[in-house]
């Protein structure tokens, strides 16, 4: 089945730093998306992005599907930024069957 | 909205015994998946349901059941718990995840087995 990593696996930032997330996927997906889990558990939906870049605030994501990796940028990070961010993808086998990668945590400082 | 809930929010099995985490949802969405979470690691499906009456397998099946009688709920059971099931669990619902349409999820249950 599909691989998906996601690096780096831990990063800290202080306050109003930019970072860039990377998710690699080894096989074609038809379907990737970016979830946010806050500290607290709650998991959020960021983006759909199988190819193409989208943006949402201070959050965008460009995904490179002939090269297999999507990236997901924070610029001007906040505390409340905090927590971990998954990659999820699936292809046209089952387009409904998310496979995650292991994240990446994010820890922004005042 | 309620969006997706989920009962209970913790709980303390011992093994051998049985329990169905409930999952329900308030925004007539068709699909619904749940999925566990271990230390450490992304999340795992476990099943999901296209529509009422339709359910399938997903990367982690085993020691669980689901049925999907009403578009609202989605309950999963555990016939016999065992300790390699001690894990988080989230119960999610959305439109059509493969058409891109976003996936609601709920606060989780935090499931022990002793």
């Known amino acids: 089945g599909i691989q998906v990593e996601q690096s780096p696996p831990d990063l800290i930032l202080q306050e109003g730093a930019n970072s860039t997330l990377r998710c690699n996927f080894s096989?074609?997906?038809?379907?990737l998306q970016w979830f946010h889990q806050n500290p607290w558990g709650q998991l959020i939906n960021l983006f759909y992005i199988p190819s193409g870049t989208k943006q949402n605030g201070r959050l965008s994501a460009t995904t490179v599907a002939t090269e297999r990796y999507s990236l997901l940028y924070i610029s001007s990070s906040q505390t409340t930024d905090s927590g971990v961010y998954f990659c999820a993808v699936s292809n046209a086998g089952n387009n409904r069957k998310l496979i995650w990668g292991l994240g990446t945590s994010l820890a922004v400082n005042p | 909205n309620a969006g997706v809930t989920q009962t209970p929010k913790f709980q303390v099995l011992k093994t051998g015994q049985s329990m169905t985490l409930q999952c329900a949802q308030d925004m007539n969405h068709e699909y619904m998946s749940w999925y566990r979470q271990d230390p450490g690691m992304g999340l795992r499906l476990i099943h999901y349901?296209?529509?009422?009456?339709?359910?399938d397998q997903g990367e982690v099946p085993n020691g669980y059941n689901v049925s999907r009688s009403t578009t609202e709920d989605f309950p999963l059971r555990l016939l016999s718990a065992a300790p390699s099931q001690t894990s988080v669990y989230f119960c999610?619902?959305?439109?059509?995840?493969?058409?891109?349409?976003?996936?609601?999820f709920g606060p989780g249950t935090r499931l022990t087995v002793t």
């Open positions: 349901s296209v529509g009422a009456g339709i359910t």
């Open positions: 999610a619902s959305s439109l059509d995840p493969g058409g891109g349409f976003r996936q609601y």
């Open positions: 096989d074609s997906v038809n379907n």
